[in-house]
Each structure stands twice: as structure tokens, then as C-alpha cells.
């Protein structure tokens, strides 16, 4: 089809399985896809994601192990800003229910995905959250709690292998027009 990217997730974890018993899931299907993604030249990014088996430091060890350039990360930055608690004072009670069986009902924060991850980045979702549900709003326009000066320039500047930049905005959810997508997406991307 012309795709230079295709983004996946390993975090879900419906059977109670271990965290071993996913990482060898994991790897046994990095190792039957990434011959697939070099015979047809798609960058392969796994998205950092909500639960334990998606943080930064899972996905490092496999791209560690991995050792690929048709291997990277899709960095999201809703998902970021869910797990990250810059102040020290989030609420538990407020997380959505998926985020809270997933962690046992404690979660663990980190607050350095997007440096973590920066050199590995290939594809990027952008969207905005209040920080404890994947609300999908509108990137840069203060519905949201990301720091955008600091996300749009470490991303731009700072992930040298940086392919696909793309909004992942719910437009119908969020009862935000196309138009309005249009316009302020390229500007918050030019502004910084």
C-alpha cells in the first residue's frame, strides 16, 4: 500500500498472563515481523501505552534487544501524560477504570517517556488530557495539561528518526471540526 510506518501495540493483557510470558510473546513476534518490515521497508513502531507491558523502559529493552532500523517507538503523548505526575498529586480515584486494573490499582509514574524514548522515535501521536483518561483532545489549545513548548520541541528537535508526525485528535468525541483540526495542528507544530 505505499506505508512507510505501522504502528502496534503489545500492552494488552486480558488472560492474566505474566509480565514474562508477554515479553516472550513480544519477542516471538518481533522476530517473524521484522523480516516482513525489511523485505517491504515499513518502520515498525510500538506505541508506549497505559499499561506496565508498553512503558518506556519495556520498549527500550526490546529495542535493545532488537537491534533494527525497520524497529522503533510510536510516542504518544496522551498515554505519556496519563502515566506522568509531574506534581506529585494525582488523584487515583480519578484514573479510568482500564488504567487501574492494569497497574492493580497503583500505577506507576514516569515522567521522562518522551526523553527516554526520544532517540528511537519513528511515529508520533499527538493528542491532549487532563492526565487521567486517554481523552483524545486537541493538541495546543489549553484543553489539556501537556507542557506543548517543551513535547513539540524535544519531538522536532531531538528524535532523529522522526518519520510520521500525526494528530490523533477524536474529532466526533471531542465535537471538534476537521477545519479546526487543519489549522491549529500545523500551528502549534510551527510555533516551536
Not at 494488552?12 to 510473546?25: D, W
Not at 487501574?100 to 497503583?106: L, P
Request: charged content about 25%; some cysteine.
Amino acid at each position: 500500500l505505499g506505508s512507510k510506518t505501522i504502528t502496534f501495540h503489545i500492552g494488552v493483557n486480558h488472560e492474566g498472563y505474566t509480565m514474562n510470558q508477554l515479553r516472550g510473546f513480544v519477542r516471538e513476534s518481533l522476530e517473524k515481523l521484522l523480516p516482513y518490515a525489511e523485505k517491504y521497508q515499513i518502520v515498525m513502531g510500538i506505541e508506549n501505552g497505559i499499561r506496565p507491558t508498553d512503558q518506556p523502559d519495556e520498549i527500550l529493552r526490546y529495542l535493545a534487544e532488537f537491534k533494527s532500523p525497520w524497529l522503533g517507538c510510536t510516542f504518544d503523548t496522551g498515554h505519556a501524560n496519563v502515566l506522568s505526575n509531574y506534581d506529585g498529586k494525582k488523584d487515583l480515584d480519578k484514573f479510568m477504570q482500564k488504567v487501574k486494573d492494569a497497574w492493580n490499582g497503583q500505577p506507576v509514574f514516569e515522567n521522562q517517556a518522551l526523553e527516554k524514548l526520544a532517540p528511537h522515535i519513528v511515529i508520533t501521536h499527538v493528542h491532549d488530557n487532563h492526565g487521567y483518561r486517554d481523552e483524545h483532545k486537541l493538541a495546543g489549545c489549553g484543553d489539556g495539561t501537556i507542557d506543548w513548548e517543551k513535547t513539540i520541541k524535544m519531538l522536532k528537535y531531538n528524535c532523529p528518526r522522526l518519520i510520521s508526525f500525526e494528530n490523533e485528535n477524536s474529532c466526533i468525541p471531542n465535537r471538534i471540526p476537521v477545519a479546526r483540526f487543519a489549522k491549529v495542528f500545523p500551528a502549534l507544530v510551527d510555533k516551536y
